[in-house]
């Protein structure tokens, strides 16, 4: 059932057996399929099923270093969404960020999860092979294209092979036509579901824990009302994105003053997004226009393409992955007078005669330590510390994206596939934009030293509080994080139902 923390009437504690802070796609997934299986569980969401602007600003944090873009009722970003969620890369309210999403699923590469020597601090401790069967099960559920059929499409592999003659490497990702939304996609489930309370209004504000502080035995939350609730649970679940995952956890300093999980004071750091550019264009040459149809972008669902220098010229010139997007921008009557003064010819895809390609220059971060978020002494209007965040960047960074735009320009002008023209705005980490991408603050470890979580996301020092987002991402690749937040949500469901969750 789905209630409001002011529906609870004089209630102020509830139990279930599983906790979990967040209705994104990573909690939406986990709470409905624990209670399919019987489970006990209650998901507490911060936000409304109505958008609220008194509770979105308790997202606001102070920026340190560079910053994110921000709520732009005129920003280019989302111009399909409201006007009050334009720009805004977090949201609180019923389905969480996913009500801002665009809809692109993307696996991670089995090399993304290999250390790299030059890259300081990457590597999973875990292995693409861990995720894959997650990632099928998703796709299947969800009702995703087979990435792994469209990698094998013969069109596809013959542009792979031409394109890896000269450096370049290609992968795959599914568009939706609608993208998922959490609350759209279990809304109706978790309103009739016996096992699963939802609470909406509800912010949770500390952890609680028992004598040893190993184990958390209940969850404080507060809404802007004033009213109050404590949730006690056997296993907590944090799937509330990687900065409020890792407030919360600083925030529970009454029994760890350094907070919990936050032994080796790795709590928030190691913060990375995907920074981007996108004001390029790509005059296509012979290659792009024999391939058109396979860089189409619409109609959607479909499957697109994207491009990056391939592994060996990025461990040879010591670079990170870097990705480019192309998008078709098609032939007004102005473009079609100027080409046909040139005497040139017209070429077409699905969707009409292409003019050029817009560039989106995504690029990857090097994981450390001095990027990160921790508590402000200001704090929101529930009386939390806000956090402050001091994202920022090595050299290798700036060497890594100025190289490999240089590449990237010869590459393509070999493989004839076509001419850059960024004009005057060249792709610059201080100038491009994040990408609503946060990753990293909560990092997944061997041992307690190296991360905050272990393989099965569980926050090391306690037993029973995991994490399920792209917190946990030691790296983050130049892709969408999104299904590998899905696959890790069901990866961690069915450890809990394998291990510590007896049905009742």
Not at 62 to 69: A, E, T, V
Request: aromatic letters at 8%; glycine letters at 6%; a neutral charge.
């Amino acid at each position: 059932m789905i209630t409001d923390i002011l529906d609870l009437g004089e209630a102020t504690k509830l139990r279930g057996q599983v906790v979990v802070v967040g209705s994104g796609i990573a909690g939406a997934e986990i709470a409905t399929h624990l209670a399919r299986h019987g489970r006990d569980v209650i998901l507490l969401e911060s936000g409304r099923a109505q958008f609220d602007p008194s509770i979105q600003a308790l997202n606001d944090v102070i920026f340190l270093g560079k910053r994110h873009r921000e709520l732009n009722p005129n920003s280019y970003y989302h111009q399909y969404l409201p006007a009050e969620l334009r720009g805004v890369s977090r949201v609180r309210q019923f389905g969480g960020t996913s009500n801002v999403w665009t809809g692109k699923w993307k696996y991670l590469q089995t090399s993304d999860f290999e250390p790299r020597s030059w890259v300081a601090n990457s590597g999973w401790p875990i292995s693409f092979t861990e995720l894959v069967e997650h990632y099928r099960s998703a796709a299947k559920d969800y009702g995703f294209g087979d990435l792994e059929a469209e990698a094998i499409r013969p069109e596809i592999v013959a542009l792979r092979a031409k394109i890896a003659v000269h450096g370049l490497k290609m992968s795959s990702f599914y568009w939706e036509q609608t993208p998922t939304r959490t609350a759209v996609r279990f809304g109706e489930e978790m309103r009739r579901s016996k096992n699963l309370q939802v609470v909406l209004g509800a912010t949770a504000t500390e952890l609680k824990l028992d004598a040893s502080t190993q184990r958390v035995t209940a969850i404080a939350c507060r809404s802007l009302e004033g009213r109050e609730l404590i949730v006690e649970g056997e296993t907590m679940i944090l799937a509330a994105g990687a900065f409020e995952t890792a407030r919360i956890l600083l925030a529970s300093n009454r029994q760890l003053p350094n907070g919990i999980g936050n032994a080796h004071d790795l709590v928030g750091r190691f913060y990375t997004d995907h920074p981007k550019h996108h004001t390029g264009v790509l005059h296509p040459d012979f290659l792009a226009q024999q391939y058109a149809q396979e860089l189409q972008y619409a109609p959607k669902p479909r499957f697109c393409v994207c491009f990056a220098l391939d592994d060996a010229t990025q461990e040879a010139e010591k670079l990170l992955e870097h990705v480019l997007y192309l998008k078709p921008i098609y032939e007004k009557p102005i473009n079609r007078l100027w080409r046909t003064l040139r005497g040139r010819p017209a070429y077409q895809d699905d969707n009409g005669t292409i003019a050029s390609y817009r560039v989106k220059f995504v690029t990857e971060q090097i994981p450390h330590k001095d990027s990160r978020v921790k508590l402000a002494t200001e704090c929101d209007s529930l009386g939390n510390k806000k956090l402050e965040v001091d994202w920022c960047f090595t050299d290798l960074d700036r060497q890594s994206m100025a190289k490999t735009v240089q590449l990237l320009t010869d590459r393509f002008q070999a493989a004839r596939l076509g001419t850059f023209d960024f004009a005057d705005k060249p792709p610059n980490l201080e100038t491009m934009t994040d990408a609503a991408h946060q990753m990293g603050t909560t990092r997944m470890g061997s041992r307690p030293e190296e991360g905050v979580v272990d393989t099965n996301c569980r926050v090391f020092g306690t037993e029973n509080l995991y994490v399920a987002s792209s917190a946990v991402f030691p790296t983050g690749p130049s892709y969408s994080p999104t299904f590998t937040i899905l696959a890790l949500a069901r990866r961690l469901g069915q450890h809990l139902l394998q291990t510590t969750l007896v049905k009742k």
